[in-house]
């Protein structure tokens, strides 16, 4: 899997930055898909999601408030961002201390489904998501990635190529 990490600017705040995923045969990152597929169904949770993110990268940075954590395999730091109790949409990210997100995909999952592997969609966006974080933990090992020293930034070779 090739992919790029790319800062979303209009996102990011002097608390936290936001980044997402662009793979390299696509013109959309992941988090532009996710809001393509959902916008027009649950425009009203993606305007809530959009304000907690702007909350987080410009207020309060990533608390663990914000998220369901251990949506991955420990440590990967793969998790949710939380929503209301009433709503449908989850949104898979990677997140790295209080100051660093990386939003994947997701998509609705309904009230009735448990956890979700019995949701075919939201199996794949966390999988995919689990596979980048493996991609990103190993090129921190090698030192080809690190944080800069406020760490609201990724430096080093953002493009990840298998």
Known sequence: MDFELVKIKELSGKKASIY?????????SLFDNFLEENLITFKSEISEILRRLNTIA????????????????????????YDRPNSNLRLYCIRFGHELIILGGGGPKPKPIRAFQD???LKSENYQLREIAQK?????????IWFSKDFL?????????D
């Open 58 to 81: 410009n207020k309060t940075g990533a608390l663990e408030g914000f998220f369901k954590p251990n949506e991955g395999k420990p440590g990967d730091g793969i998790c949710a961002l």
């Open 153 to 161: 930034d990724f430096e080093g070779e953002l493009k990840f190529e």
């Open 20 to 28: 997402t995923v662009l793979h390299n045969r696509a013109n959309k």
């Open 136 to 144: 990103i933990m190993k090129a921190q090992k090698e030192k080809d």
């Open 119 to 121: 949701d075919d969609k």
